[in-house]
């Protein structure tokens, strides 16, 4: 029965699924009528990361674009990088605010998704491989590498699920090298595992059993190992890699920010701790302060 079961698997959840998702979005995208940001989302083929549903892809490019829209004064002809671009999913969500003078910049450290991307999306948009070493992601690259990009240049800077991978000794490189290529008074939009009173909270419950807001058990999202030698980045004991999910205890996150100039505007509480919440993981958004 396993045999039949990992068969039936194989043919209805990758082969048949994979083959029916381009016919669907085809058809799909003649009912969209107020949703044009859903244009560019690739098909299964193409999809890429932690999100690989055609409905979670347009989720959480609404949510995305509803508290970025929410968090800005000016909402149009923006400079944008977006740091982790993997597959596109953001550049669906913040492509509006691009406008006619705007710029759209998305960096990655998988040339693969930079590839794909230059291939996928219209030319005006740009992607540049960084050549970063993630333990995870591209282990064979080199360590800390700054953006070759001018200081405080951007407008805002989005990162999806980056600083989820990174140890702290990259997270506070890389946060130093947000806050640079900011503006003054310039937007971050950044997800992190952020270790709070509600996560203790959430350490109280029944671990073993699903959780009420996502397909996995609550146990995955235990974050009990140091990651190497730091006392306020933790990784769970499940993962082989400290990289492959990473999560900061809070008041290390406020530390960090406020090294790097950059002060909390907002903190969308993530689901993941077993709290009502739009969104996954937890969302800050940091505005550069001097």
């Known amino acids: 029965m396993r045999i039949l079961d990992k068969i039936k698997n194989l043919l209805l959840f990758n082969i048949f699924y994979k083959i029916l998702d381009p016919i669907y979005i085809f058809l799909d995208k003649r009912h969209i009528r107020r949703s044009k940001n859903m244009q560019m989302i690739p098909s299964a083929f193409l999809r890429r990361g932690g999100a690989y549903s055609y409905a979670e892809w347009s989720y959480i490019i609404g949510v995305l674009h509803t508290i970025i829209e929410n968090n800005l004064s000016n909402k149009s002809n923006l400079q944008i990088l977006d740091v982790g671009c993997g597959a596109g999913l953001v550049l669906n969500a913040v492509n509006e605010f ?22 996928h999306y219209p030319k005006k948009f740009n992607f540049v491989h960084v050549e970063t070493k993630n333990n995870y992601y591209s282990p064979n690259q080199e360590k800390n590498i700054a953006w070759k990009f001018p200081n405080n240049s951007f407008d805002i800077v989005t990162a999806l699920s980056v600083w989820t991978h ?68 933790f990784y769970p004991s499940w993962s082989k890699i400290p990289e492959r999910a990473i999560a900061v205890n809070y008041t290390a996150l406020k530390d960090m920010f406020d090294k790097s100039n950059l002060r909390i505007t907002k903190h969308y509480k993530g689901t993941w701790k077993e709290v009502p919440g739009i969104f996954f993981q937890d969302i800050f958004v940091l505005e550069k302060i001097l």
């Open 98 to 119: 691009v406008g006619k003078n705007g710029s759209y910049t998305g960096i990655d450290v998988m040339k693969s998704e930079i590839d794909f991307c230059k291939k």
């Open 166 to 233: 990174l140890n702290e000794i990259d997270s506070r490189f890389y946060i130093n090298e947000v806050s640079r290529v900011l503006k003054i008074n310039g937007k971050a939009f950044i997800t992190f595992f952020s270790l709070d009173n509600d996560y203790g909270n959430f350490l109280k419950k029944d671990l073993n059993s699903k959780s009420n807001f996502h397909n996995q058990t609550r146990h995955q999202y235990v974050y009990n190992m140091k990651a190497y030698d730091s006392n306020n980045w």
